[in-house]
């Protein structure tokens, strides 16, 4: 049985922002592109979202939802800097450390002693007192419901105020967890899978689990069988470290990738595993969202 943590800073680069300038704490502010260069959010502070406010939205349409906002502008290199502290910290736990954004991460604390809860309690302690950043934490037996566990922390604690959630989910409760939870939640359903789930009046992690699998495969193929075994909460994915990830990637004959490599992909390279601002100037694309769908599918 694993122990694993995902970790997710709150509003990131709002977060960071906030220790340069304190007195953005508890306004409505947007980290991104002004509005006259077509800038869009690529971060905002928990007091924008209540405006509506959200992450790739244009900024001329943020500042109609929300005429006090603040715009701040993107300093790609203060969030690096602050995103190599947090992973050193998580690497003081443990080197089983899969960084799959600037600001989120899954580890595998399986061979340490301690419960993973009191783990994930003292990774947040130390990220709010030596970095003076507010983290969310999700604790459970495997990678997806790790994930999802802090989806739904985040989503349970919204306000003003960075969530700095922390939803432990026991080992032997994954699929009682996510049977009430929407279809969506789950990794790898996005809007398509979720409409055709929805015309089978599949509504429900716990609908799905509850499908017979031969039918997901024969509608889904190969995903159906993926989406059965999610429903009921299994999931055996390892923590993949940065070095396993590059010797991987080493070992793989250039013939056996994919024709159009992720390298490639005009706004990312290498999406799934690192974000990296593909703007200049004033304008900025927002990261790839932290959506209910995310994980190593479509993460952050
Ligand atoms: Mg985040």
Known sequence: MRKIIHLDLDAFFCAVEELRDP??????????????????????????RRFGVHSALPMGQALRLCPTLLIVPVRHSEYAAASRRVMAILHTLTPRVEQISIDEAFLDVTDRPQAAAALAVDLQQAIRRDLGLPVSLGVAANKLVAKIANNVGKAAARGDAPPSALLVVPPG??????????????????????????????????????WPERDLVQRFGKHGQELARHACGLDDRPVVTEHERKSISQRTPLCAMSPTPRCCAPRCSNRRRRWRPCCGGSTCSAPPSSSSSAGPTSPR
């Open 23 to 48: 007195t953005l704490r508890g306004k409505p502010f947007a980290v991104g592109g002004q509005p006259e260069s077509r800038g869009v959010v690529a971060s905002c502070s928990y007091a924008a």
């Open 173 to 210: 409760d994954e699929a009682t967890f996510l049977a009430p939870l929407p279809a969506d939640a789950l990794w790898g359903v996005g809007p398509k899978t979720a409409a055709r789930l929805e015309a089978l009046g599949i509504h429900t992690i716990g609908d799905i689990a509850h």
